[in-house]
């Protein structure tokens, strides 16, 4: 591992963040939009079947599916990056592609994590109370571990797509299902078991259940299930997206 | 004179596909200006990469500066700079950056970076634009910047794949005074490859003569037109491969220039 190597990328990716102030505003559009219209409009129903605030309910999801949303992006990044010719440039420098993808993951995942914080800030601003204050600071790590899961699989993703051809193909069949069938928008401890069994193979819903558990205080897999399967699933894309990103040849 | 780069046997494939690059052997010396003089397609740029790490060869060997790119690929990346055919800076960030970002990844240390950095944009005249972002240069201008990122971590050779393609005739009268004082002043090793005869023949010292991946002739400029007893390097050309040089549109990847052959109707 080449510590100047994960550094650049990282950075790289951080001042690009800091510096689009439109993408960081567009990008709130959407959770807003869920926020507000199945927050408010679903929160009476959700309240009728006994199942309490639907808003609070779903702050988590909502946290999670920005977070979801810009860390894979960020990994497509790398197709951009081989289009406009960049991704040459740091395949010719004198460091290992294991640390240009680490710090290519690693920079994503710190923005996607940066764009969860806004959002969490943004579900309080629209009427979300997190059932307590000492829960915000472990949330916060919970989001970056969330962060680091998906920057990794778009790693993996990128690498294997040569041009935006596919983008279509991997919002629809990947990053959509992985947000609808986590359990983002609906509790799993109702659903039925062909559901439930698809939720558990999705990676998305240890993390929205373990943001639950700090900031809601209720969750159904358990706190230390649900970072462990974090913490492997972390560690297996990182291996593939590695592998991956080493066999690329331009 | 040191040979600084030395290919033996090389061959690259693609697939079921004819080899891009077909039994290839040659050496620069160090120190020296090398020209690969070909039309597009002819398997330059699948050469370029292979030399420089980015591509594994289907045979032969490989040394740049002493080191095997398949065997030793960072050594062999220390030692050269490049400028690709086709852009490759970050649009999103400034001269500056771009190239404070390529000094770190080199390992070049902070208290030399940028007195180099500096000192690079002074010769390629781009100091005044220095925090500019890249995406607001002209394609002259970012090629320049190209080359002086190249050069910013002091390597033995550059490599320039197609340096003056798409350039009006004073910037590339400015590129080739670059390259030429530099080659004079620290020495470097310059490999370019070019379709342009004029170029070939008034910059480089050897200049090897590739078509269908294979050298069909190696040696000064002045040699190879007394070889084919010819008065320019345009008829020596066209002496030793029996047609004209192909001027195609630039751009396109390689592995599409090959398939464009194919399809094309290849010669065997």
Redesign the interface.
């Given at each position: 591992m080449d510590l100047n190597g994960v550094y650049v990328m990282w950075l790289r990716e951080v001042k690009r963040f800091f510096r689009s102030k439109s993408r960081i505003v567009g990008s709130l559009g959407q959770p807003l939009l869920f926020l507000v219209a199945l927050g408010y409009g679903l929160g009476p129903v959700f309240q009728k079947a006994g199942q309490g605030d639907y808003l609070a309910f779903i702050a988590p999801g909502i946290i999670g599916m920005s977070i979801i949303f810009t860390s894979i992006f960020n990994g497509m990044q790398v197709i951009w990056d081989r289009q406009f010719g960049f991704l040459k440039e740091t395949l010719v420098a004198p460091v290992s592609r294991l640390s240009i993808m680490f710090g290519r993951t690693l920079g994503g995942a710190t923005v996607a994590a940066l764009q969860g914080t806004i959002v969490l800030a943004l579900t309080i601003v629209v009427g979300f109370r997190p059932a307590s204050l000492t829960g915000i600071l472990p949330a916060l790590v919970l989001m970056l571990l969330i962060a680091l899961l998906f920057s990794a699989l778009g790693m993996v993703v990128a690498s294997l797509l040569r041009d935006m051809q596919g983008f279509q193909l991997i919002m629809n069949f990947l990053v959509m299902p992985l947000f609808f069938l986590s359990g983002a928008l609906f509790p799993l401890d109702h659903v039925p078991e062909g559901l439930l069994l698809v939720a558990r193979f999705d990676p998305l819903s240890y993390g929205v259940d373990a943001l639950r558990i700090f900031l809601l205080g209720q969750g159904i897999f358990g706190i230390v299930p649900d970072v462990a399967v974090l913490v492997g699933a972390i560690a297996a894309f990182l291996v593939l997206g590695s592998y991956f990103f080493s066999k690329i040849e331009i | 004179m040191d040979a600084i780069i030395e290919v033996d046997h090389l061959t690259k494939r693609f697939g079921g596909n004819p080899p891009a690059v077909d039994d290839v052997t040659f050496s620069v010396a160090k120190g020296s200006v090398f020209a690969f003089l070909g039309p597009n397609g002819a398997g330059k740029s699948t050469t370029i990469?292979m030399l420089?790490?980015?591509?594994?060869p289907t045979a032969g060997t490989i040394r740049v500066a002493g080191h095997d790119p398949a065997v030793d690929?960072?050594?062999v990346?220390?030692a050269?700079g490049?400028v690709?055919q086709?852009?490759?800076?970050?649009?999103?960030?400034t001269a500056l950056?771009n190239l404070e970002?390529?000094g770190?990844?080199?390992?070049v240390p902070k208290e030399t970076r940028r007195a180099r950095i500096l000192e690079l944009l002074t010769l390629v005249d781009l100091m005044e634009r220095k925090t500019d972002f890249v995406r607001n240069f002209s394609g002259g201008m970012k090629r320049r910047l190209e080359i002086a990122?190249g050069l910013l971590h002091h390597p033995q050779i550059i490599f320039l794949d197609e340096p003056t393609l798409g350039l009006d005739p004073q910037t590339r009268n400015h590129l080739w005074g670059y390259v030429q004082r530099l080659n004079r002043d620290e020495g470097i090793t310059v490999f370019f490859t070019t379709h342009y005869m004029e170029e070939a023949d008034s910059i480089a010292q050897r200049i090897a003569i590739i078509d269908h991946g294979r050298i069909i002739a190696e040696g000064s400029g002045d040699a190879l037109k007394a070889k084919t007893k010819t008065a320019s390097l345009e008829e020596a050309f066209l002496a030793l491969t029996g047609s004209a040089i192909r001027e195609e549109a630039g751009s396109a990847t390689d592995r599409m220039r090959q398939a464009r052959q194919i399809w094309g109707g290849r010669r065997r």
């Open positions: - | 990469k420089t790490t980015l591509l594994r690929p960072d050594a990346r220390h050269f490049i690709f086709d852009p490759s800076l970050d649009d999103d960030l950056e970002f390529h770190i990844l080199y390992g990122r």
